[in-house]
């Protein structure tokens, strides 16, 4: 009987066919980091916007720079509060807690705080 050596075309379309199923199950896995950030960074400048509209609606109703305290109350999201130290408002929308910075200066420099509540927790501003 004589051996034939090398590879058969069925062995061949065998091979592409688990390269072609690891390749499909595999790709997810490697592109989902950059496609979670690019989430990230959309919940993030939703989350900002909601903080700014919140800031405009209680600007027009008070006529003048809001207290952090009347920006947390307008936000729509399934909690709302401002941070322990007043620099911020952290909320919740969805599933994410999402922290928002606000300053009270409008070159947005210097954070709002808790040193002389009612006088530096005035939000100038919101990046």
Known sequence: MRRQSGVSLVEIAMMFVV????AVVALPVIVSPNKSTA?????DADSIKKVKSAYALAIAE????PLLDDVVEYIDADF???TSDY???IFRDG?????VKTFQDTECTLLTGKANPGVSDVVRCIL
């Open 39 to 43: 989430t990230q960074a959309i919940n």
């Open 95 to 99: 599933k994410q807690r999402l922290t």
């Open 87 to 89: 620099s911020g408002i």
């Open 19 to 22: 390269v072609s199923i690891v």
């Open 80 to 82: 709302a509060y401002q």
């Open 62 to 65: 008070q006529g003048d720079y």
